[in-house]
């Protein structure tokens, strides 16, 4: 089955800077790697996803990488800024006999301090 | 829009009792799921409905129950609670379920500790 491994899984920046968290996945007939935001005290939030058609997506400061060839894919967030600071949990698609499931990984805990 | 509502929020159970929690969606969403956070783990599918009427196992199924009970509500139950069911439980709708591909709509989770 898929199996999902994030790196780092803490992460502490200073405002302003980068911040970059990567995923590897074993199964390369995984097609669709989405990102999850999770603020404490609350359930996951979507905030950028990718398919396998696509090597780059961006939505203002944060933009995903997908290389299929090496199965990997990456988060970026630029300029970061103190609510930025949350676990990210990446995931892959799994496709089995009993169907799909969405396979996450350990989470990263990003801290941006001002 | 509420969203996906769980309920109840936390739980102390002892070894053995049995519970139901809850998860509502005011979305009209077909899919729903259930998941559960361990510290370190991630998040693991314990069971998901892609639609009305049908049920399938997750990752980690062992111990657990579910009724989707109509295309709104989807039930998780523990039968004889252990301490290895300790976790945060999260309830997540999709809109159209069945691939796993689309955006998932989390509730707010419900933390139960079994004593």
């Known amino acids: 089955g898929e199996n999902v491994e994030q790196h780092p899984s803490t992460l502490s920046v200073q405002e302003g800077d980068s911040a970059v968290i990567k995923c590897t996945y074993s199964?390369?007939?995984?097609?669709?790697f989405p990102w999850y935001k999770q603020e404490l005290g609350k359930g996951p939030q979507l905030i950028i996803d990718?398919?396998?058609?696509?090597g780059e997506k961006k939505d203002q400061r944060i933009a995903v990488t997908l290389n299929k060839t090496a199965k990997h894919f990456s988060l970026h967030i630029t300029e970061t800024q103190p609510e930025d600071s949350a676990v990210y949990f990446c995931?892959?698609?799994?496709?089995?006999?009993?169907?799909?499931?969405?396979?996450f990984g350990k989470g990263t805990t990003l801290s941006v301090s001002s | 829009n509420a969203g996906v509502t769980q309920t109840p929020k936390f739980q102390v159970l002892k070894t053995g009792q049995s519970m139901t929690l809850q998860c509502a969606q005011d979305m009209n969403h077909n899919s729903m799921y259930w998941y559960r956070q361990d510290p370190g783990m991630g998040l693991r599918l314990i069971y998901y409905s892609a639609s009305e009427g049908t049920t399938d196992k997750g990752e980690v199924p062992n111990g657990y129950n579910v009724s989707r009970l109509n295309k709104r509500e989807f039930s998780l139950r523990l039968e004889s609670a252990a301490p290895s069911q300790t976790s945060v439980y999260f309830c997540?709708?999709?809109?159209?379920?069945?691939?796993?591909?689309?955006?998932?709509?989390f509730g707010s989770g419900t933390q139960l500790s079994v004593l």
């Open positions: 990718i398919r396998s058609n696509v």
């Open positions: 995931a892959a698609v799994e496709a089995n006999q009993a169907g799909t499931a969405l396979i």
């Open positions: 199964d390369s007939a995984s097609n669709y």
């Open positions: 997540a709708s999709s809109e159209y379920g069945g691939s796993m591909d689309e955006k998932l709509f």
